[in-house]
């Protein structure tokens, strides 16, 4: 069997602690299922930066093209602005491979309390669809004037129509091998231009998915929804920056960020796709060691099923799950528990 | 004491019906602290499009233009597309006017259940300020190649220093008068050609009011945070989308729609100001007598005390604040009663 070869950069901030400790144990659950990978570390990030004007090097893209896959940490530091940080590495990686699907599952675990009345485990489980390399999110726009009266600030989104079909088809296709049901995020009362675009591709391809039930949701709506009825959800996609709003909902009502994983996926062989936990870098509990792993962990379970070893990606998520259901198992302060990120780990470890 | 001259514009859905209800409960709590005022109302909205061709009159805003204040029940119907709709008649008024404060108070009443968990009444109690008249909702854009491979819409999100330094201005204003906690919503992270130039005016506002403590956040932490802490929430001053998703999560948690009033406000003589219930046109129970009317009363009562008569004001909320708090009191099926309107209203006419 192939080896993967993955790289890995471990970023700012709780970034380093999470994926340094969270790597044996992904080692030994390829190990168990026959799985081999390789590992390749790049110190990139705002370290980076600072000793060098730039996060990541001029070649980077194509250092990391050959991969299998990339494993992020987090980016982001306090003294350093995030269009800065973001711009500099997350982002030029998300754009450079093309990763245009970003895909959030978002699940209330066993043993988790969502903030949410009346919300009990397994109740809540859907996944977002989020397009993830154009829309408002584009770099297209500026501002004159600097400093008058009548200084303008523009920024546009930007939906071609490669774009949004990809990514909601990619949605389609999720749907049919979950619950049929999608829900399109827009907001054509008031975008006139590019959500009644958005409608429109969504009927298009629609059509190509007969069995497919779907709903079209207001973002403001959508936003409401997920705090009145988050268990009615099963594929939801949106926009990049509807999709980031409304996955930051979903980590918030399954419990705590620190159990949102992501992909950022290039669908085809022809760039590496990446996978991050959805929490930043977290300057606040940095080096005390009780940053939660398991975003982490369940980040490199969604890159093994994305590189068609499924064993190992169950390994992983099993072991979370089972954890997570144990009242007597190691938690994190965030999750309400007292323990440390190593022993969360080595508690994964025994339900290997 | 001289009569102010309200329009009332009661358009689709249940619109009618919560205005037609609120009515005579408006005109006692008036009367009852001294203060005369006339309606005139207009007829304007779906129906009136499906026979006219257009949401309003052509001359719609030269009419409203003498009033001291606009009553506008909801807009929007299931057979009419939404930028149809809103753009005839909604958004026109808002921009016409330029009505660019959408101030939208979000309070957890005594006996209200909130749907988070552990919150209590009186435990939310915030207010957005919303721009209203430009930012991301700017009628910018188009869409070319139409059907092709390559075809391509942009949406241009526009901000104006103006537009924005009264916005933010008006928002400072409110904290000092409330617990001088002022947080300002932004996405600088990834739109960083509006939102780093949003953040700039915060920053040079933020000069001329030392004593409001300002607090940044990104639009996907404070869809988190307005779940995960809402309590800590004073004024919230945002965008014209981010205000929008952010004040639907601010009714939700504050127990429904049905209680979320707002104000579309123009800060000086020049225009009226236009009051509105958050609530749409809500087809589904159109004809049924159940529309919760409570949201409006609230708006009346914001609509009152834009107009310095905070007697009136203070009597119209009260009124409301007394009813939910007495367990006996009809509720509508939204706050999960089973009585109507009318009852809702009488009931409410017992307490003024
Ligand atoms: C850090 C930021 C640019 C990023 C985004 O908005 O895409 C983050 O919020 C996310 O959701 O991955
Ligand atoms: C109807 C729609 C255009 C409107 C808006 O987004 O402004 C509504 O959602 C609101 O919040 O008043």
Same mark, same amino acid.
């Given at each position: 069997?192939?080896?993967?070869?993955?790289?890995?950069?471990?970023?700012?901030?709780?970034?380093?602690?999470?994926?340094?400790?969270? *790597?044996? /144990?992904?080692?030994?659950?390829?190990?168990?299922?026959?799985?081999?990978?390789?590992?390749?570390?790049?110190?990139?990030?705002?370290?980076?930066?600072?000793?060098?004007?730039?996060?990541?090097?001029?070649?980077?893209?194509?250092?990391?093209?050959?991969?299998?896959?990339?494993? #992020?940490?987090?980016?982001?530091?306090?003294?350093?602005?995030?269009?800065?940080?973001?711009?500099? *590495?997350?982002?030029?990686?998300?754009?450079?491979?093309?990763? @245009?699907?970003?895909?959030?599952?978002? =699940?209330?675990?066993?043993?988790?309390?969502?903030?949410?009345?009346? @919300?009990?485990?397994?109740?809540?489980?859907?996944?977002?669809?989020?397009?993830?390399?154009?829309?408002?999110?584009?770099?297209?726009?500026? !501002?004159?004037? !600097?400093?008058?009266?009548?200084?303008?600030?523009?920024?546009?989104?930007?939906?071609? !129509?490669?774009?949004?079909? $990809?990514?909601?088809?990619?949605?389609?296709?999720?749907?049919?091998? $979950?619950?049929?049901? #999608?829900?399109?995020?827009?907001?054509?009362?008031?975008?006139?231009?590019?959500? +009644?675009?958005?409608?429109? +591709?969504?009927?298009? =391809?629609? !059509?190509?998915?007969?069995? =497919?039930?779907?709903?079209?949701?207001? =973002?403001?709506?959508?936003?409401?929804?997920?705090?009145?009825?988050?268990?009615?959800?099963?594929?939801?996609?949106?926009?990049?920056?509807?999709?980031?709003? #409304?996955?930051?909902?979903? %980590?918030?009502?399954?419990?705590?960020?620190?159990?949102?994983?992501?992909?950022?996926?290039?669908?085809?062989?022809?760039?590496?796709?990446?996978?991050?936990? +959805?929490?930043?870098?977290?300057?606040?509990?940095?080096?005390?060691?009780?940053?939660?792993? /398991?975003?982490?962990?369940?980040?490199?379970?969604? *890159?093994?099923?994305?590189?068609?070893?499924?064993?190992?990606?169950? %390994?992983?998520?099993?072991? +979370?799950?089972?954890?997570?259901?144990?009242?007597?198992?190691?938690?994190?302060?965030? /999750?309400?528990?007292?323990?440390?990120?190593?022993?969360?780990?080595?508690?994964?470890?025994?339900?290997?």
């Amino acid at each position: 069997m192939a080896t993967h070869d993955i790289a890995v950069i471990p970023g700012d901030g709780i970034g380093p602690e999470v994926v340094d400790a969270a *790597l044996p /144990l992904v080692e030994d659950a390829a190990a168990a299922s026959g799985v081999t990978f390789e590992t390749t570390r790049f110190e990139w990030g705002t370290e980076y930066y600072l000793d060098h004007g730039e996060m990541m090097p001029e070649d980077a893209l194509d250092r990391l093209e050959g991969f299998d896959a990339i494993f #992020l940490g987090a980016v982001g530091h306090p003294e350093v602005p995030d269009h800065v940080t973001l711009h500099g *590495l997350l982002l030029p990686i998300r754009k450079g491979f093309d990763q @245009y699907v970003c895909k959030r599952p978002n =699940v209330l675990f066993e043993g988790i309390e969502s903030p949410l009345r009346g @919300y009990g485990s397994g109740d809540i489980d859907f996944v977002v669809y989020r397009e993830n390399t154009e829309g408002e999110y584009a770099d297209v726009g500026g !501002r004159e004037h !600097r400093g008058l009266a009548h200084e303008t600030a523009v920024q546009s989104a930007l939906f071609t !129509r490669r774009g949004t079909e $990809r990514i909601v088809r990619a949605a389609f296709e999720a749907a049919t091998e $979950r619950e049929g049901h #999608l829900t399109s995020i827009t907001k054509s009362n008031a975008q006139a231009h590019s959500m +009644v675009f958005w409608d429109d +591709v969504v009927a298009d =391809v629609a !059509r190509e998915f007969p069995s =497919v039930d779907v709903e079209r949701l207001l =973002v403001d709506a959508a936003a409401m929804d997920l705090i009145r009825r988050p268990h009615e959800f099963d594929v939801v996609v949106a926009s990049n920056l509807f999709g980031d709003i #409304l996955t930051d909902i979903g %980590a918030q009502i399954t419990g705590s960020m620190g159990l949102a994983p992501s992909g950022n996926v290039h669908p085809s062989d022809e760039y590496p796709s990446m996978f991050e936990p +959805v929490h930043g870098s977290a300057p606040d509990i940095v080096g005390r060691g009780v940053a939660n792993p /398991l975003a982490t962990v369940l980040s490199w379970s969604l *890159l093994f099923e994305d590189l068609g070893e499924r064993r190992t990606a169950n %390994a992983l998520w099993d072991a +979370v799950v089972d954890q997570l259901a144990a009242s007597s198992a190691p938690r994190t302060p965030d /999750l309400g528990g007292s323990e440390g990120t190593e022993a969360v780990v080595s508690d994964l470890q025994s339900r290997l």
